[in-house]
């Protein structure tokens, strides 16, 4: 919202929300997330055509345009618990709309959800008392946390769905031509409603796939001798399969590629695709492998047992240039680690300790109550060096820039020997770690000591 007021100064722009804490972070100078380049919009924009409200009744009663952007997390219990997207709070907007407004207006779908979700809010406003037509649309974003300014400003291409009927068809012009005011008419792309709602689940679907197909082969080079990096620049060099996305990792995490694949799990198995069903869960299978495997490997290498060791982990969010902690592999390592009784020491420049916290207990169970001494078991630290004195091992987990110009011959002194490293995302000069005296373990690359032949 705050690039379509910056970009379309004629517009007048408002975010509304129940909770007045968060209304109050962003009409402050500490925005209550963290984004590169996001400062700057809502500085420039804030107070002129911006505003952050909590009268949500008056600002959907004036509003010619109105975008449902609510949480629509995977269900945690009932029918499809587990895989099912819960759309209760897209419900909720529409009865919202529906009770508050006085004229016709244009509703847009921002938040991800389940195919066909819009018939359902298309009902609820249809249900209001006083005649007024609403055109609901499909307008999902393709934009990935780090880069969502940049995403915002030059996309690749803008999606909008809606009803092929007459009405339809003029919101839909509505709504392009506010994305017109920047966005080159050939990017936008438009479609019926269904279409546009089940692209953003293929879309993170096929992203995922890609990490999760890199990640299998990853595996299979530790064990062969093959480099994973090598790999990915011979496959992506062919343009028909190209280059992103091919990095492997310790795996990948953020609050949308797991909830969007089991969402689309879940339909196709609602609809009795099962074969679909499993093609799609296998990638979540993998990813959760690929996790695994990392811890597994660092207490293996580290003579099978890190019982009362202290290890470092640099990097929680679950990838650079940003706070998000949403689904993040590092969560998964450190409860790994954990329960082998290792003493961690998290080092993030951006995440927060409430929030590591506070999503370790809301994915993994893992709470004060139900694990004593966690408080002690788990330190964030100030810096990357505190995090590394006296550890057993460092594991970089988030590939942060400032991570690969550190003193790592500071760091190997300061370290219990031997000092290993563990690379969950191949940002390291290994050789120079090897030189230093590290016992260097990679993603996806062999251990010169199992091989004479590489």
């Known amino acids: 919202m705050a690039v379509i007021a910056k970009k379309c100064p004629n517009i007048r ?11 109050d972070a962003w009409n ?47 269900k945690t219990q009932g029918i499809g618990a587990g895989r099912a997207a819960n759309v209760k ?56 946390e780090g880069t969502a ?20 068809l003029k919101a839909i012009e509505t709504l392009v031509s506010v994305y017109a005011q920047w966005v080159p008419r050939e990017q936008i792309i438009t479609t019926n409603l269904w279409s546009s709602e089940l ?5 993170n679907a096929f992203l995922a796939q890609r990490v999760s197909s890199i990640n299998s082969i990853s595996a299979l080079c530790e064990a062969t001798g093959a480099n994973v990096k090598e790999i990915s620049r011979a496959v992506g060099s062919d343009v028909r399969i190209g280059s992103r996305f091919l990095s492997s990792s310790v795996g990948f995490g953020g609050s949308c590629f797991q ?38 490997k660092m207490v293996s290498k580290m003579f099978n047992t890190v019982t009362g060791k202290k290890l470092a982990i640099l990097g929680f969010a679950f990838k650079k240039d940003t706070g998000d902690v949403r689904e993040t592999p590092s969560m998964f390592v450190v409860r790994d680690l954990m329960a082998e009784g290792a003493k961690i020491h998290v080092y993030d420049p951006q995440v927060k300790r409430e929030d590591m916290f506070s999503e370790m207990a809301y994915t993994c169970n893992v709470t004060k109550e139900n694990t004593p001494g966690l408080e002690d078991l788990v330190t964030t630290s100030p810096d990357a060096y505190s995090a590394c004195e006296g550890s057993h091992a460092l594991a970089v987990l988030t590939e ?29 000069d290994h050789e120079k770690l090897r030189e230093i005296g590290f016992e260097v373990y990679a993603i996806g690359k062999p251990d010169p000591d199992d091989f004479d032949d590489l």
């Not at 300014?149 to 339809?168: A, K, N, W, Y």
């Open 149 to 168: 300014i940049d995403d915002l400003m030059e996309p690749s291409r803008v999606l909008i769905g809606g009803q092929q009927t007459p009405g339809g």
């Open 400 to 428: 942060w820039d400032e991570f690969k110009s550190y003193d790592f011959q500071r760091i190997y002194e300061s370290m219990a020997k031997p000092a290993f490293v563990f690379d969950g995302r191949n940002i390291l």
């Open 199 to 203: 692209s953003k689940l293929v879309a």
């Open 259 to 296: 909830k969007d694949i089991l969402n689309l799990v879940y339909l196709c198995e609602t609809y009795g695709l099962h074969e679909c069903a499993e093609y799609w869960n296998q990638v979540i299978k993998l990813n959760d492998y690929q996790k695994k495997r990392f811890s597994e």
């Open 89 to 144: 709070n897209c419900e909720l907007c529409a009865r919202k709309i529906a009770e508050v407004a006085t004229s016709n207006k244009i509703v847009v779908e921002k938040s991800t959800v389940p195919v066909r979700t819009a018939d359902a809010v298309r009902r609820v406003l249809k249900c209001n008392d006083k005649g007024l037509d609403f055109q609901v649309l499909s307008n999902p974003e393709f934009l990935a």
């Open 13 to 23: 722009v408002t975010v509304v929300d129940i909770s007045q804490k968060q209304i």
């Open 28 to 74: 402050s100078n500490d925005l209550p997330i963290y984004e590169p380049g996001l400062p700057e919009v809502v500085d420039e924009c804030r107070g002129k055509n911006l505003f952050f409200s909590t009268d949500i009744a008056k600002e959907i009663d004036e509003a010619d345009i109105i975008f449902i952007s609510v949480n629509t997390p995977t």
